[in-house]
């Protein structure tokens, strides 16, 4: 499942962006958050670990959202 997440997002990886409308924008935001999920869920049992990487990966894509 995180494989196929992942070359999902490497597909559509210019796709989705705020400067793109608002219904790319949600799936933009969807999908980083999705992948925070599953960095979080990836490493529940080091949870210091997960909330700094979760938050990296939201901070880290978000901001490309936000600039792309």
Not at 2 to 29: C, D, M, N, V
């Amino acid at each position: 499942m995180r494989f196929a997440w992942l070359a999902w997002l490497w597909r559509h990886f210019t796709e989705y962006g705020y400067s793109q409308g608002l219904l790319p924008a949600a799936i933009g935001t969807s999908a980083v958050l999705v992948t925070a999920a599953l960095v979080w869920f990836s490493l529940h049992r080091h949870r210091p670990l997960a909330v700094v990487l979760s938050g990296f990966v939201t901070a880290l894509g978000i901001g490309w959202l936000a600039f792309h």
